[in-house]
């Protein structure tokens, strides 16, 4: 698996990182058929597990797009009600596309949310 990268990135290794976390994520899916799930989930893992600081963190979350923030609300609404929620859901590695909303409603997400987590990313 290969992640392209552009010069500006190769100049600027907090942001590297950020981008390689996020792609991190990606790479776990199948890289055709993204939810708001993995979206959020890349996204947040990398703000939180990147070489960003905090400040630099909460700068990046404000300058996300509307999708990638809304995705990010979501994960972290889901994270919110049960941490564990995506332990259980990939447990078996069970790729993204196929978590179904009843699974995510089964941890303790209302339907809304359960749905939204479901939709096309
Ligand atoms: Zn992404």
Do not use: W
């Amino acid at each position: 698996m290969f992640v392209l990268v552009g010069q500006d990135l190769l100049n600027n290794p907090e942001t590297l990182t950020y981008q390689l976390a996020h792609e991190a994520i990606h790479c776990l899916g199948s890289c055709e058929n993204t939810t708001r799930l993995e979206e959020g989930l890349a996204t947040y893992f990398g703000l939180h597990n990147s070489k960003i600081s905090s400040l630099r963190s909460q700068i990046e979350t404000t300058n996300l797009d509307t999708h990638r923030r809304d995705c990010l609300t979501d994960i972290v609404a889901m994270f919110d009600i049960n941490p564990a929620a995506l332990t259980i859901l990939r447990g078996n590695a069970i790729p993204f596309e196929l978590i179904k909303p009843q699974q995510i409603v089964e941890l303790g997400a209302n339907d809304d949310l359960a749905r939204r987590l479901c939709f096309p990313g």
